[in-house]
């Protein structure tokens, strides 16, 4: 699982590079490395997702240091499949947190240099900071790639709660499931970040084994893989609001997104 996270990490940087730079993987190695044969096959070999060593990612930082948002995110290490520390966790979403001395009960905010900025540098949609540690429902509404990161941190905090506390399974769902669910509905905001989109796939397999991780109740909801799919790939806006509301290209218009997942009583229609 850590080997195919670091294989997206070298796919989705070299993604960005190539994107802001306009070079092929050739210029691009000379630009990094400089006129060394031994570099010369690196980035192609990142692009087709070799692992990136520290190293690397170093000399990268040297000459393109904004690709620190994405040689470095908390997403790889959050989308590993195992119990984290509180301690790890807070880590991992301490860029995210709002500081001390803000408006009260301001929680998370996007900050400008991130996934997101990353992503729409060119365009002024505000992102606003988000009211409520555990308010995953407006983490996948705010429009930011960012927001499905944090909710996978409080998915591993929820977690690691459960697992110190031994709580019987009924706590378990409870506090689990709608998290779940808006993780899902999160996921395709950040699979359509144009850097991540064309691995949109293998984040999606390392997506869904995190998520049945988490998921204590297998007999009671499942991802949606047909729908997930029409979400990432349509050619029409996803920024959700309003709860399962999408604004239509265009216009003012919002249009319902249901979320990507199926309650048991809908999988034999699903499926038929």
Known sequence: MKKDADSLRSQIVIHYLQRRTGMGTGKLSLEIFGDTKEHRKK??????????????????????PESDILLNSAIYELLEPKLLTHEKIDEL??????HKGSIPLEYWCIPDMSWQGLAQKD???????????FNSKALSECGAADGFIIILGLLHEINADITQANDDKRHYTA???PHLIEAARAFPVFARHPDVKPYWEKLYTLFKKLWYYFNPSFDALILDDQLMSEYVN???????ARGALGRVPGSYRLKLFRAPVLQATEWDHATS
């Not at 979403?93 to 709002?98: F, S």
């Open 93 to 98: 979403l301490a860029g995210y947190r709002r």
């Open 123 to 133: 365009k002024s949609e505000p992102i606003f900071p988000i009211l409520g540690r």
């Open 234 to 240: 349509m050619n029409a806006e996803y920024y959700l």
């Open 43 to 64: 980035v192609q070999l990142w692009k087709s997702g070799t692992r990136m060593h520290a190293t690397n990612r170093n000399a990268i930082l040297n000459r393109f």
């Open 175 to 177: 506090r689990l499931t």
